[in-house]
């Protein structure tokens, strides 16, 4: 079977498409033949070793994933052979086949197809988590987007929505802010060319931001953190931009607010329950229509060049996919 391969720590040049011994079910797992393997911004840096998390080559990147279960090990429950499942592997899907734990599978219902699936579970796992768990955000509050139109940034805009937000969305261009609108953002922020601090004041009339959402970093972090009202709270999702801000601790004195981090991989590994209550939440909502799970572009396997080159380019809108079968 063919697989993209990580041969040894590099740019995406060093990516090879090579052919590959099929997986065999273990104790506990399925093999899931692979419809779409959906990548993130982080694919972008796991394969330069530059990520948190840092296998070793070689290895596949793509850390989530839709398919059909085409075998079971012993031990496997909840699962037939045919099911339309999806999943989130750190790394690793991007092949035609994949062997996974059994426990780190979902349904797909039957309303929501494979491609829109396969970008469910780490984008809006880690903006629900984000939202629900670690912001505490209630309706009626106003939620602040950063990187409003990326992947993060997108699920965040609709879960906001979803969850009764007012949604600010920021962006560095007039096309992304009008796709992040189309999505549930009733305000925007040009960052690029508009001072975004005073963009936020006056859209809440002075008082201040109650809920920022970060996935961007640099810059962008402390005005944001300046723009937030009495017990705010600020979302440190990611570091798109490439710098890790050091804003001063005393604006969090002054505005008796919160920094908060963010990491969903380690939500799933701790809280496996509470992770569990958020994936049948977001199936139901994208069942319903509520999230769109908007796809960017489909690109078969042997174009992961472009698809790499998209994300690293700040080009996506929402999801980008490798395609391995169709529906
Ligand atoms: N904490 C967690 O558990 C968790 C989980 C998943 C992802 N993340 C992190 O979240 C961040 C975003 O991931 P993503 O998959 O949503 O990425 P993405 O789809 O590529 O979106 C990133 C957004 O960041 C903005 N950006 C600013 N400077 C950029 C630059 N130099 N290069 C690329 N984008 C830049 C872009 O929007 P503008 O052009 O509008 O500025 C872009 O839309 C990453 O740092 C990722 O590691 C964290």
Request: proline share 8%; charged share 10%; net charge positive.
């Given at each position: 079977m063919k697989a993209l391969i990580?041969?040894?720590?590099?740019?995406?040049?060093?990516?090879k498409v090579m052919d590959v011994e099929p997986p065999v079910a273990g104790p506990g797992e399925a093999v899931v033949e692979v419809a779409y393997a959906a990548l993130n911004f982080f694919d972008t840096l796991i394969i330069e070793g530059k990520y948190q998390l840092k296998p070793e080559p070689p290895f596949s990147p793509a850390g989530e994933f839709s398919g059909r279960v085409v075998a079971l090990g012993p031990g496997a429950g909840g699962f037939a052979v045919g099911d339309r499942v999806m999943g989130s592997t750190?790394?690793?899907?991007?092949?035609e086949k994949i062997a996974i734990a059994a426990s780190r599978l979902a349904h797909v219902p039957d309303g929501l197809p494979l491609d829109k699936a396969a970008g469910l579970s780490i984008t809006y796992g880690t903006s629900l988590h984000a939202l629900k768990?670690?912001?505490e955000m209630k309706s009626g509050e106003t939620l602040v987007v950063l990187g409003a139109s990326g992947g993060v940034g997108l699920a965040a805009v609709e879960i906001g929505r979803a969850m009764g937000a007012r949604v600010v969305a920021c962006a560095s261009s007039n096309d992304k802010l009008e796709f992040a609108r189309r999505y549930g953002a009733a305000e925007t922020v040009n960052y690029a060319t508009q001072d975004l601090r005073a963009r936020l004041k006056e859209l809440t009339g002075g008082k201040g931001v109650d809920v920022v959402y970060d996935p961007v970093g640099g810059a962008l972090t402390e005005a944001a953190l300046r723009s937030l009202a009495w017990k705010g709270r600020l979302l440190v999702i990611g570091f798109a931009s490439g710098e890790i801000p050091r804003p001063p601790l005393n604006l969090t004195l002054l505005k008796g607010c919160d920094i908060r981090g963010v990491y969903w991989g380690e939500f799933v590994n701790r809280e496996p329950d509470a992770h569990r209550d958020n994936m049948s939440q977001l199936l139901g909502w994208a069942e319903s229509g509520a999230?769109?799970?908007?796809?960017?572009a489909k690109f078969p396997l042997e174009d992961y060049k472009k698809a790499f080159e998209a994300i690293a380019k700040r080009q996506t809108l929402g999801k980008t996919l490798l395609r391995f079968t169709e529906e």
């Open positions: 990580c041969p040894s720590l590099g740019p995406v040049e060093n990516l750190g790394y690793g899907a991007a092949r768990q670690r912001a999230l769109s799970v908007h796809v960017h």
